[in-house]
């Protein structure tokens, strides 16, 4: 079992940057970020491999960035030009997967209890 904390979720403006930190007890091949707004399903935000290979939704795209740091056991979401369709509450995943990383749900076994960003306009 894997345990996930994340931590520095908030409150920002619109354009404004924050910055999401997951602590993990082991590291896993493929870790990532998911989201979920209000009323909506949760989606993929970024994933990024052991070797450092990312893959980001579409919407972020340009705008986040994922890293890991492999000794720390933590994966960073850096999160700039903010939107207000941003604000969701973001989880942190990892995947049992060793040879795939890819923002997929079903590709994801752990998970962590999420941190809140929200934006405002």
């Known amino acids: 079992q894997v345990q996930l904390v994340e931590s520095g979720g908030g409150s920002v403006q619109t354009g404004g940057s924050l910055t999401l930190s997951c602590a993990a007890s082991?590291?896993?091949?493929?870790m990532g970020w998911f989201r979920q707004a209000p009323g909506k399903e949760r989606e993929g935000v970024a994933v990024?491999?052991?070797?450092?290979?990312?893959s980001y939704a579409d919407s972020v795209k340009g705008r986040f960035t994922i890293s890991r740091d492999n000794a720390r056991k933590t994966v960073y979401l850096q999160m700039n030009s903010l939107k207000p369709e941003d604000t969701a509450m973001y989880y942190c995943?990892?995947?049992?997967?060793?040879?795939?990383?890819?923002?997929?749900?079903?590709?994801?076994?752990?998970w962590g209890e999420g941190t809140l960003v929200t934006i405002s306009s």
């Open positions: 995943a990892a995947s049992r997967l060793v040879a795939s990383c890819r923002p997929r749900m079903a590709d994801m076994d752990y």
């Open positions: 082991d590291y896993r091949y493929c």
């Open positions: 990024t491999s052991f070797y450092g290979v990312s």
